[in-house]
């Protein structure tokens, strides 16, 4: 059943992991109060204070002590009466409890139900909701600080809440001339139509295009790459340093490559280190398979180390290695800097010289490569799109407004007002103000239970 069907029910979940050594049951909704009572055979407790009750696990079973919180609506995550009952961590407790509610009449709440209802009710915006499974999950400190920012500073709602009222102008307006066509021209300020539209645009391309940089950085990739017997390897284990025995053979055929993961000072993230076959032009199928292989990876991956000898004369297979990363704007970088920096060196231009062997420049390296991943890094005050639901709505206004621009620019009243809807309506779905509240089901259904 439709999250938005089952509103109005009262609803209840365990909320903790498996194995916590607390395990928290929340129910929300009209019966909580009722459910309370029942459970504890006592009186209501004060909202938001912890109270201890004995819970009656039904017949059969002894009763556990719990701490008993209950917040009375709207002041609630969900804002309806909300309780979480806190019991240790026992699995079949849990379970227990749960049904117990189930046979007083509560539901088992489907994922993200919490969170939903929350949203319904205006204790939090689409946008800060859609941030919360990426902070539950987070991998690394970045992606956890940029849920929590989203989450504080809602820039989403405040870029969009003015956007939303001047489409809501220019709707009412434009549905009014359709019957009307020829007073377009006074009663329809087309020049602010035009404007509203150029405004939104931009907005959602920053949306969109920040979006894209969180993704990219939450799954980035360093490449090393370069002619065999460079140091690659080497460097590879020299940058991480005690880590290297999280270095994994990754599964493949004809040349293997390895990855692990790299901190990146300053950043707070972990970037994928890969180490790759050597890259040079190549007249055997293995060694082209290998060489074929790095270069897909260079497809895939965000930033590119090109790595050479520079205690020697650069050869050619460095240059034909270079010209095939070229495009990349690779991070070019000059190895076995022990043995002397060979005057031809600069001829490929790095921007470090450093020493797999002895540790020289690698600092200076690591630096170099945190840089270049936080020059990609999101704009911590621009507002992020923390789910594919909402890229995909985003993507879909930008597929619309050009046929708005068009509708604008031919003065035709119908198609003006039916453009006009279609964007405001787009842009509404993306804040989370949907009349048909169903379209969030995707949303909130990639949630945890419980949330
Ligand atoms: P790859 O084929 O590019 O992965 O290169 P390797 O890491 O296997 O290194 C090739 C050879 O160069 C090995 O003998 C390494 O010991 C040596 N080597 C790597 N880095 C350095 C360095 O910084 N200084 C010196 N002197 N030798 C190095």
Redesign the pocket.
């Known amino acids: 059943m439709r999250l938005v069907e089952r509103l109005g029910t009262t609803i209840a979940a365990i909320a903790t992991a498996p194995g916590s050594v607390i395990g928290i049951v929340r129910v929300s909704g009209p019966a909580v109060r009722r459910l309370l009572e029942k459970l504890s055979g006592a009186p209501l407790p004060p909202p938001r204070r912890a109270v201890l009750r004995w819970i009656d696990l039904g017949e059969g079973s002894a009763p556990e002590q719990a701490l008993v919180l209950f917040f009375a609506a709207p002041a609630s995550y969900t804002g309806e009466d909300l309780a979480e009952i806190h019991l240790h961590g026992a699995g079949p407790s849990l379970s227990t409890l749960l049904e117990r509610l189930c046979s007083f009449g509560a539901q088992a709440a489907l994922p993200g139900e919490f969170s939903f209802r929350a949203v319904v009710n205006g204790k939090m915006s689409l946008a800060q909701a859609a941030a919360l499974p990426v902070l539950i999950g987070a991998q690394n400190r970045f992606q956890a600080e940029l849920a929590r920012r989203a989450f504080l500073f809602d820039h989403f709602d405040r870029d969009m809440a003015p956007l939303l009222v001047r489409w809501d102008e220019a709707e009412t307006l434009a549905v009014a001339l359709v019957d009307f066509p020829d007073q377009i021209p006074e009663h329809f300020p087309l020049e602010k139509a035009r404007a509203l539209l150029a405004d939104t645009e931009a907005l959602v391309t920053r949306l969109l295009e920040n979006s894209r940089r969180f993704e990219r950085l939450s799954g980035a990739r360093l490449l090393l790459v370069?002619?065999?017997?460079?140091?690659?390897?080497?460097?590879?284990n020299r940058l991480l340093g005690r880590d290297r025995a999280i270095v994994s053979p990754e599964p493949g055929t004809t040349r293997d490559y390895l990855t692990a993961l790299l901190p990146l000072p300053g950043l707070g993230i972990e970037v994928e280190i890969c180490?790759t076959a050597?890259l040079r032009a190549t007249t055997s199928d293995a060694e082209a398979e290998g060489v074929s292989r790095t270069l897909s990876l260079t497809e895939v991956s965000t930033q590119i180390l090109f790595?050479f000898d520079g205690?020697t004369s650069p050869t050619d297979e460095d240059r034909d290695a270079l010209a095939l990363v070229a495009r990349r704007d690779p991070l070019v970088v000059a190895?076995?800097?022990?043995?002397g920096r060979h005057q031809q060196a600069i001829e490929l231009a790095p921007a470090l010289f450093?020493?797999?062997?002895?540790g020289e420049g690698i600092d200076a390296l690591l630096t170099a490569i945190a840089a270049r991943f936080s020059a990609e890094a999101p704009d911590p005050a621009t507002p992020l799109l923390f789910h594919q639901t909402l890229i995909r709505t985003a993507d879909a206004f930008l597929g619309e407004s050009p046929s708005c621009r068009a509708a604008l620019a031919s003065g035709d009243a119908a198609l003006i007002a039916a453009a006009v809807s279609r964007c405001r309506r787009l842009l509404r779905e993306l804040a989370g103000k949907a009349d048909d509240l169903s379209v969030y089901d995707r949303i909130f259904s990639s949630f945890c239970l419980g949330k």
Do not use: C, Q, Y
């Open positions: 370069g002619r065999s017997n460079v140091g690659k390897s080497s460097l590879f180490d050597g790595l205690s190895n076995k800097s022990d043995l450093v020493s797999a062997r002895t």
